[in-house]
């Protein structure tokens, strides 16, 4: 193999982070399959595209509220036992929803809960899958793993809207529910095989011998304890506070695509769930150019979030523009490309910039922005789709997003001078 195409995969060198890959895959197409089939069935029951953004809300909330706490469980607790109950709680979920949408018992009221219990639940997951995950490879390679981890989840998303797109406009959205339940099984069958080498996957600290485990409340205190040194680190760190604001930014008005490309498609450009689902295999197909292109550098700096945020407002402000269903998916195509490389550029900073026993509460904080991205961007979006209409609120977003990528590039050029990153030391490898 060349030795350039070697670079792009390093990662897929380590046995269990193809696993992990491979079991990442058939859940992210599960998951995008049930998304789609929600925020469609959502918009046709409502008629509203607010309504539909609310779903969004209800599963982004809880991550905000929780994932501080969250953060750091995944610094103190085993990783492995943690995720295997959010697999399995997130595969009760979906059968529940596709139960409901089949019998039609409990209506709108009851997806709407069954969304906010799916929000507690990846509140919990976020954290903990992501310092799990880092522990599959060598920190030289955690910045290619987390492109791959990019590509493969583009790839089950292309799949499972195009599942999805397809199944929404011929069966009823219960199947699609009961399928994503089935695909989180493979998650669980990958936790059990692999067995992490380099690293710790968040462990609990160890008593002395003969010492009688902590209390209930004694735990909550440490959690909490944690939450707090969590926060004032955080506080402590300029570049970190800007790249997360600026994430929340063009998360909440640049990347909520499957409302604005709902509204677009039940709207101007009238093309139904199959065209809904056609839109977002475009975007999707993006973000595994974006994808491609993340794992071919070597090191993702600052100035490629700035660059590929500021581009992507443009793009966006001319999907607005576009008068037809041809031009508007190249544009979707275009942004997908360049929304998984700010998320691939994001994740990687957060983490090489963050002192190794910080990276849960850290990714923590970085679940939060994504989440308060989409509790307040996706039901602000929808409302605005309905009273001012699509195409002016991706020009009105484009425009405000554009703005906040030069304030931020202005911001970071001045605390980046005045700030030095953590040096993270080889680990030494830990024999499962």
């Known amino acids: 193999m060349d030795d350039s195409v070697r670079k792009v995969f390093i990662a897929l060198h380590e046995r269990d982070f193809r696993i992990w890959m491979g079991a990442g895959f058939v859940s992210v197409s599960g998951t995008w399959m049930q998304s789609l089939a929600v925020n469609w069935y959502v ?88 310092r799990f995950g880092s522990t599959l490879v060598k920190p030289a390679a955690l910045t290619n793993a987390l492109s ?74 440490t959690i909490a304890h944690g939450v707090r040194a969590g926060l004032r680190y955080l506080l402590r760190q300029p570049v970190i506070l800007i790249t997360l604001g600026l994430a929340t930014v063009l998360g909440s008005l640049g990347r909520n695509y499957q409302v604005t490309m709902a509204a677009m498609s039940n709207g101007p450009l009238d093309i139904g769930p199959s065209g809904y689902g056609l839109l977002s295999m475009f975007f999707a197909a993006g973000t595994v150019i974006g994808s491609l292109i993340a794992a071919c550098q070597s090191n993702l700096g600052y100035q490629t979030l700035i660059g590929a945020g500021l581009i992507t407002s443009l793009l966006q402000l001319f999907s607005g523009l576009s008068i037809g269903l041809w031009s508007f998916a190249t544009v979707m195509l275009l942004i997908g490309a360049g929304a998984v490389l700010i998320d691939t550029t994001v994740s990687a900073r957060v983490q ?81």
Not at 82 to 110: D, N, P, R
Not at 395 to 419: D, K, Y
């Open 148 to 221: 791959l981890g990019s590509l493969v989840n583009s790839c089950g998303r292309i799949l499972g809207m195009a599942l999805g797109g397809i199944a929404a406009a011929m069966m009823a959205p219960a199947l699609l529910f009961a399928a994503n339940a089935a695909s989180f099984l493979g998650v669980v069958i990958a936790l059990l095989a692999i067995r992490p080498r380099h690293g710790a996957a968040a462990t609990t600290a160890a008593r002395p011998h003969g010492e009688s485990p902590p209390s209930p409340a004694h735990d909550v205190e």
């Open 352 to 432: 090489l910039d963050t002192h190794t026993e910080m990276r849960g509460r850290m990714l923590a904080a970085m679940s939060m922005t994504g989440s308060l991205a989409g509790a307040v961007g996706a039901p602000l979006l929808g409302w605005l789709s309905e009273w001012v209409g699509p195409r002016q609120t991706l020009v009105l977003a484009g425009t405000l997003t554009a703005a906040a990528c030069v304030a931020a590039g202005m911001a970071l050029g001045g605390a980046r001078r005045r700030w030095s990153p953590p040096v993270h030391p080889e680990p030494v490898p830990v024999t499962p």
């Open 43 to 130: 918009l046709q029951t409502t008629g509203s595209a607010g309504l539909m953004g609310l779903t969004v809300l209800l599963q982004s909330l809880p991550v905000l509220l929780l994932s501080s706490w969250a953060g750091a469980l995944a610094d103190r607790l085993p990783g492995r036992p943690l995720l295997l109950c959010t697999q399995l709680l997130h595969a009760l979920l979906a059968v529940f929803l596709a139960v409901i949408t089949w019998s039609q018992l409990g209506g709108l009221a009851t997806v709407y809960a069954i969304c906010a219990m799916g929000g507690v639940v990846s509140a919990i997951e976020g954290p903990a899958m992501g």
